[in-house]
Every structure is written in C-alpha cells, then in structure tokens.
C-alpha cells in the first residue's frame, strides 16, 4: 500500500490516520510516548529534541483538550508554537485551503497540527504542503483522529498489558466518531480479541462489521464480560435530522451507570475522549468512580502526542551517523 | 584488554574517587551512571566505594544534538535520578570519553533536574579526538587511536573492552 504517511524507509512522516498503519509502527508510538512520560518530572519540563522547530496548531474547529495537549506537547519538546483559529481567520474571507498553506509555509515552520470538519482535509494538506514539513491530523470530520487512539492504545496497555485477550467496547454515538474509526483501527491492528460497538441503530453505520467488530444494539450484552469500555460523547453538533428522540432517552437506554457496569469484567476500565456529557453518555458516579481512567488519558495524550511529533520530525534528515562518545 | 585488567582499572578509580571524595569531604554524594557502558561503569564503582547513595541513571537520548541526523530510538529507558539534584556534589560515569558530545549532551539533562553544587567526571577510557572543551577528573586509561577507530565497552557482565575500526 502507497501509504503518503510513510518515508522511503516506512518511517512517520506524517501523521493522518492509524489505518494501513502496521502493527511494529503502533507498537514505537507507545515505546517512544513511554520514553517521555516523565518528563514533566524534572525542574525544567522540556527535554530539546525540537528545539528551533516551530509548529503551528491549524484549528478549522474549535477545541479546547486536543489543542492544549498539542500544544503542551510541542512546548515539553521546546519547539515554538503559534496557534490559528481559522474559523474566525481567513477562510472566512474567502481564502482557499492552499492559498493559506503557501502563506503558512512563508514563515518558515516544521509542522502543522491539523482539526478540521472536512474528512480527508489532513490527507489532502499533506500532498500539497511543502516536502519538508510534516501533518498531524488531530481529528478530521468523521473520518480518523489518530492521536486520540494512540493515547487510548496507550492507556489501555497501561492498565491490561497485552492486547491480544481483550474484548473492547465503544459505545454511543459511531456514526459521527473519528475516535470510534480510529479506535476500530489501531485495536484490531494490535490485535486485540473482539471489538464491539454498541449503540442505537441509528448512530451505527451501515456495514460497519467489514472493519471486523461485532454489532450490539443492548448496552447490557454489549459490555458483557469486557475488558475496556470506550464511552463517546453524543455528537449533537453534528447531526442533522431526528437520530435521537432526547438525551433524557439516550441514557436510559444507553448511559453508561453502576449498575450496567456490574456486566463487563471486575477489572474492565472506563474510557472516554472527552468532553464528558454526564447524565447523557455517562452517570457521573461512573465517570468519578474507581474503574474511570478518563483523566489518565488526558495525562497520557501530552506523551503520545510528544511521540509522534518527535518521530516525525525525526524522518527529516537521515543520514545515518555512528554515535559518537 | 582482559577482565582482569578492567577490575584494575575500576579499583584505580575508586581509590582515586575515595581520596577525591576525603579531600574535598563529600559524603552525600550522587553518582549518575550514562546509559548504557557508563551504568555499568558506575554500578562497578559504586559498589567498590561502598556508597549508601542510591546510584542514579541518566539515558541522554533526547539531549542527543544528532537527533536530527539519526532519528530518535524507541526504547530509550527514562533517566532515573533518585536524589535531588540542587546543591548536591554528582560524580557523573561514563565508558569512553572520545567526542565530550556525550557528556555536554549529560550536563545539560543534569541541570534540567537543578543546579548541582559540582559534576566530576569519572570515565573508564579516555582517548583522543574531542571536538569540545571536556576534560575527566578520574580517569581508568588513556588511549590514543588512529582515526575511524573506535573503542566500544561490552557487559555488564562480564565488562570487556574491544577497539574496532578499519583505519
């Protein structure tokens, strides 16, 4: 597969989506983000591998944890940041999506941190953006968004180990999740032993099961027995027609509560991207409880995102030198 | 070099390092061993001169300034440093002492932690060819070899030392 992601020797260039991604490149995502975790440890919370590098967040959609942690990862990396709120920027003024990168690259900067409500806007940036700067997609439409997914690989092999036993299951709204996409992708990459999606017939999409995830339509049988529950956040920005009759149904049908938990495994963790809807997705008994890792994703999207902007910048140059002593 | 000849080295060291360590009257040192040879060096000195310090570990990976050149590793272990660092006497351990890029790469990670009180530097192999201003307080041998030469530290047990290179 021509994977645009990859450089000649199958290193990360870019960053677009975990699909056609092999399993040996997820697996140098979590290592390296695990090389980094502590970081925030010493008395100066940097360490210089970007150091003069400069990376610009390029947010067509507002976000407050993605970009922050983007941004925070960046600045842990000592690259220079600057942020761009398109929405209240040029494309309101009617400028094209390569005429904003060619002004962009004019500044001379090393990465774009993309969001955007078009799905393939990260792809398509990054066949047109200049060879030496490298993409990273922090959420495209319904399409991916990948860092989201290395954070929870990275959370889920923190509390389980190995994937290969577990039963995993998204719950809520598919349809509209590039969480739930991507998730899909990287857990049936790692190999993990069944995945699940549970949620209403009319936030499923149609022929989800080609991804090789079983279909549950009852919250209670869907999280019978597993290992890793992934909540999503009911996505009512961007649906369009009657999919739901109210939230207040939605979470008697389908929000995550003490009681329900009781189904999956003692040891099942609670997963969730964020922002939270209590009382709509999930009982905040669940989401403060004991089994919730929510805020440990939060922690762990600083270290991966550090990862995988280190290793993309790090395909650069490559002349290969010995170490020296 | 034999294994026997290396336990000499080390021994030299650490009765240079304890006479070191009186003068100056440091007790409440940190010794700080550089991933990989220089751990093994470090734990080697550490027990020697019996230090009730724990030994800390410092992988300056991310300090590298090649990093652009040669991408970074996946399994870099974290630095481990069990003390603080602020006002505190460190003896920093390395294998071999060749470029001084190491060692400016470990200073640098070690004063992200805090400003130590002094660094003295210990190193098993001093040889020739720095490209930056690094000298070794205690040193186990110098050597001196022809370009393209290289002298690699293999263990951690048992430690041995081989010079490769074609020149």
């Known amino acids: ?325 | 070099m034999s294994i026997n000849q290396i336990d000499m080295l080390l021994c030299s060291m650490a009765n240079y390092l304890n006479q070191h360590l009186k003068i100056k009257n440091r007790d409440d040192v940190l010794m700080i061993g550089i991933h990989t040879g220089g751990v093994w060096v470090a734990e080697r000195l550490h027990s020697l001169l019996n230090l009730s310090t724990p030994l800390g570990q410092l992988n300056i990976a991310f300090y590298r300034d090649d990093f652009s050149h040669i991408g970074l590793h996946p399994h870099v272990k974290p630095s481990t440093l069990p003390l603080e660092v602020e006002n505190r006497h460190i003896i920093l351990v390395d294998d071999v002492l060749h470029t001084g890029r190491t060692i400016r790469a470990a200073l640098n990670e070690i004063f992200d932690y805090g400003r130590p009180a002094s660094v003295t530097l210990a190193v098993l192999v001093e040889r020739n060819g720095r490209e930056l201003p690094i000298q070794p307080d205690v040193i186990g041998c110098s050597l001196c070899l022809e370009n393209g030469k290289h002298i690699k530290l293999h263990g951690p047990d048992p430690l041995c030392l081989e010079i490769r290179g074609t020149a």
Do not use: W
């Open chain 1, 1 to 325: 597969m021509n994977n645009i992601q990859l450089d000649s020797q199958n290193r990360l260039k870019h960053f677009l989506g975990i699909e056609g991604l092999k399993r040996d490149l997820l697996i140098e995502i979590l290592d390296t983000a695990a090389s980094l975790i502590n970081v925030h440890e010493k008395a100066v919370k940097k360490v210089p591998l970007l150091r003069g590098k400069m990376v610009i967040n390029l947010f067509f959609e507002p976000s407050t944890r993605t970009r922050t942690t983007f941004e925070l990862a960046a600045k842990r990396l000592s690259a220079d940041v600057l942020n761009f709120n398109i929405d209240t920027s040029s494309s309101s003024k009617g400028e094209t999506l390569i005429d904003m990168l060619r002004n962009l690259e004019a500044m001379h900067c090393d990465m774009f941190v993309v969001r955007h409500n078009a799905s393939g806007a990260a792809h398509f940036m990054a066949q047109h953006v200049a060879s030496h700067i490298s993409i990273i997609n922090a959420g495209d439409g319904q399409h991916e968004h990948p860092t989201q997914a290395m954070l929870d690989m990275y959370t889920i092999r923190q509390y389980k180990s190995d994937f290969t036993p577990l039963r995993v299951a998204i719950v809520g709204d598919i349809l509209h999740s590039r969480v739930a996409r991507s998730n899909i992708h990287a857990l049936t990459i790692l190999g993990a032993s069944e995945v699940r999606v549970v949620g209403p017939k009319t936030l499923i999409p149609k022929g989800i099961e080609e991804l090789g995830v079983k279909v549950f339509h009852d919250l209670k049988r869907g999280l019978c027995d597993v290992d890793v529950i992934i909540m999503l956040r009911l996505q009512r920005e961007r649906m369009q027609g009657a999919l739901l009759p109210s939230a207040y149904e939605y979470f008697q049908y389908y929000g995550l509560t003490e009681k329900i938990l009781n189904v999956a495994h003692p040891d099942a963790i609670v997963m969730h991207p964020g922002p939270i809807n209590r009382g709509v997705e999930i009982d905040s008994t669940v989401a403060d409880g004991v089994r919730s890792v929510i805020l440990q994703q939060v922690s762990n999207g600083i270290a991966v995102r550090m990862a995988v902007m280190a290793m993309t910048l790090s395909t650069m140059e490559s002349p290969s030198l010995k170490k020296e002593q």
